[in-house]
Nanobody
Framework: QVQLVESGGGLVQAGGSLRLSCAASGRTFSSSTMGWFRQAPGKEREFVAAISWSGSTKYYADSMKGRSTISRDNAKNTVYLQMNSLHPEDTAVYYC???????????????????WGQGTQVTVSS
C-alpha cells in the first residue's frame, strides 16, 4: 500500500521558517516527480513546488519563489520543502504528491499526480 506521510507543519510567526518532509512507503518514487500543493480554507488546492526524479528540475509557484526550496533524498524516499519568510497568507494545509509515471517532467497541475498524502497544517500568525 502506497503512503505519503507529511510532517513538519505547525504554528509559526510571520517571517519564520518551516521545513516540511514527506516520507513515501509502499513503493519507490526515485523515478517520479514529487510535488507540494496547499489548500487554504475556502480556496482551491494550489501548486507550491515540484521536483523531477533526479532533482535537476524544480518549479515553484510565483508566490513561493525565493522563499522556498524543494529537495529530495531518493535513498530515503523522502521529499522536503523548506519555507522561509512565511506570511500569514501561507496558512494552509500542505499536501505532498507523487506522479506515478516514471521520468515525466514535473507538472504544476494536481491532475499530474496520482498519490497524495493526508496533509500537514501550516499556520502563520501575524
Amino acid at each position: 500500500q502506497v503512503q505519503l506521510v507529511e510532517s513538519g507543519g505547525g504554528l509559526v510567526q510571520a517571517g519564520g521558517s518551516l521545513r516540511l518532509s514527506c516520507a513515501a512507503s509502499g513503493r519507490t518514487f526515485s523515478s517520479s516527480t514529487m510535488g507540494w500543493f496547499r489548500q487554504a480554507p475556502g480556496k482551491e488546492r494550489e501548486f507550491v513546488a515540484a521536483i523531477s526524479w533526479s532533482g535537476s528540475t524544480k518549479y515553484y509557484a510565483d508566490s513561493m519563489k525565493g522563499r522556498s526550496t524543494i529537495s529530495r533524498d531518493n535513498a530515503k524516499n523522502t521529499v522536503y520543502l523548506q519555507m522561509n519568510s512565511l506570511h500569514p497568507e501561507d496558512t494552509a494545509v500542505y499536501y505532498c504528491a507523487a506522479d506515478a509515471r516514471p521520468y515525466f517532467n514535473p507538472g504544476r497541475s494536481a491532475e499530474d499526480y496520482t498519490y497524495w498524502g493526508q496533509g500537514t497544517q501550516v499556520t502563520v500568525s501575524s
